[in-house]
């Protein structure tokens, strides 16, 4: 990433019109008003963990008395300071949010990483609340645990509710770094029929036989192999057993922090009721199996029934057994162990969900000012990942938009995986899956399974230079990312 915001920094600097926008606006730092009101100080830390029974030094966000990431109200400004402890440069991306873009915390885009020691200042007012989070925006740190919850308390949550995060993520014992190299050197391990879609440009053909081949050629995934996969830092081995009243009300706040696993939440014996997605309210979903994306968020009620009895929570890797979650404990019943493998695998994760979730509050109904088609292209086996063929280098020019439009984006997936497509800055709305209508969730992160079209909307209501990327660890490291910018 080094050489990427080397230059974008220099194509900033030479954007006048962006300039304006940074003199215009307190840089981070600067507070708006001078107000005395205290910052949450947020220190980017190395920590030790223990995974499997051995030791592993990983990264953390956490104030001073070892809170994880941040709990607020909406309406309070987010005046927070970030104190760089580890011994290398990072940056905090606040997902979900709608900061100015200098606050946005991708380096090369929203401004420089915060050297080792360095500290910046946020603040900026908190459009809405719900379940969103933190994490490293540098390089690779987001595989070693470089994130946190950022939970924000507005007029749903209810006072008879208790109210518990889990953060999900995937473990490797091996460094980022040599993941990358490993999966640079030897590509896709898919059969040739899956690669079907990893040509530069799919054909219409190609497209048409992707999508017939269904259930019978496989997506390609989990092409990382992981150690663990953890539920607030730990396994099913030594699962986090959070008390619970019988009969009481519960609110789970799911957060796929991993940096390249899909889920099934799996509720078990329990009846959930989704009621929001990362962050947006949606017209309830009952059900006891919800997909989680990687960077997505699902806020489920639960009311725990009167029996004493332990509940596990699980998530179970898509296509795979392996599973991590906690356990709710009622009452006084023993917490039997649970396996870290599910009886059967699970399936890839579709968009059967994502078809019937219907935003409660969607976008006011307008027609696209502007409408960008994305596809979502990639060699599979070089590891190569890109938007439209490109893989994104600093000289990608930034996607056209204009303040006050109605912005579409056509997200076309020509490759072999599935991509969750994450934009910065703005919350979207899904209005259509594979050329079908509908007044879909509003959400930050929506996924676009193989040989899948998915069409998102938004309002060009915050004007900056914005990324727009896949949110798979190493396909955006490797160049399915670009931006968007208008003032
Ligand atoms: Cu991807």
Redesign the pocket.
């Known amino acids: 990433m080094l050489t990427r915001r080397t230059f974008i920094m220099g194509t900033l600097a030479a954007s006048a019109s962006l300039r304006t926008i940074a003199q215009a606006q307190n840089p981070p730092g600067v507070g708006a008003d001078g107000n005395a009101a205290p910052r949450t100080i947020l220190q980017l830390q190395r920590r030790n963990i223990v995974v499997n029974g051995k030791p592993a030094s990983v990264y953390g966000i956490r104030q001073p008395d070892g809170t994880f990431g941040i709990t607020t109200d909406v309406g309070e400004p987010f005046r927070v300071r970030v104190e760089n402890k580890i011994d290398e440069p990072s940056l905090i991306h606040w997902h979900g949010l709608t900061p100015p873009w200098q606050q946005d915390g991708v380096p090369g885009i929203s401004g420089p990483p915060i050297p080792p020691g360095g500290t910046v200042d946020y603040d900026f007012p908190l459009r809405f609340g719900g379940t969103f989070w933190m994490h490293s925006h540098q390089g690779l740190q987001e595989q070693l645990l470089m994130a946190a919850p950022l939970i924000i308390h507005d007029q749903r949550d209810r006072p008879d509710q208790q109210e518990i995060v889990i953060e999900l993520a995937d473990f490797s014992f091996t460094p980022p770094d040599q993941i990358f190299a490993e999966l640079k050197k030897s590509g896709s391990k898919a059969p040739p029929a899956a690669q079907a879609g990893a040509l530069p440009v799919a054909t219409k053909a190609s497209m048409a036989s992707m999508a017939n081949m269904g259930a019978a050629a496989k997506p390609d995934l989990n092409d990382v192999k992981y150690d663990a996969f953890l539920a607030n830092d730990r396994t099913l081995a030594d699962p986090e057993v959070v008390k619970v009243e019988p009969g009481g009300r519960v609110l789970l706040r799911i957060i796929n922090g991993s940096s390249m696993s899909a889920y099934h939440i799996d509720l078990g014996a329990l009846d959930g009721e989704l009621v929001a997605v990362d962050g947006f309210a949606v017209s309830p979903m009952k059900g006891r199996d919800f997909p989680i994306a990687v960077a997505q968020r699902l806020d489920i009620r639960l009311v725990i029934p009167r029996a004493a009895a332990a509940y596990p929570v699980l998530a179970v890797l898509e296509g795979d057994r392996k599973q991590t979650g906690i356990i709710l404990a009622a009452g006084n019943a023993p917490v039997a162990r649970v396996p870290d493998l599910a009886k059967m695998p699970s399936t890839a994760l579709t968009l059967d969900l994502e078809r019937r979730l219907r935003a409660l509050r969607p976008l006011t109904p307008r027609k696209a000012d502007r409408v960008h088609t994305i596809n979502?292209t990639g060699d599979m086996a070089k590891y190569i990942?890109s938007l439209n063929g490109v893989a994104w280098t600093p000289s990608v020019p930034p996607l056209p938009i204009a303040n006050g439009e109605r912005v579409e984006l056509v997200m076309v997936n020509q490759t072999g995986?599935p991509?969750?497509m994450h934009l910065h800055g703005h919350e979207f709305q899904v209005v259509a899956i594979d050329g079908k209508r509908f007044s879909g969730a509003v959400r930050d992160t929506v996924l676009v399974p193989p040989g899948r079209r998915v069409v998102v909307a938004f309002d060009a209501n915050n004007p900056g230079l914005w990324a727009f990327h896949?949110?798979?660890l190493y396909?955006?490291d490797a160049g399915?990312f670009t931006t968007l910018r208008y003032v």
Request: proline share 9%; aromatic share 10%.
């Open positions: 979502l990942w995986m991509h969750p896949c949110h798979l396909h955006l399915m």
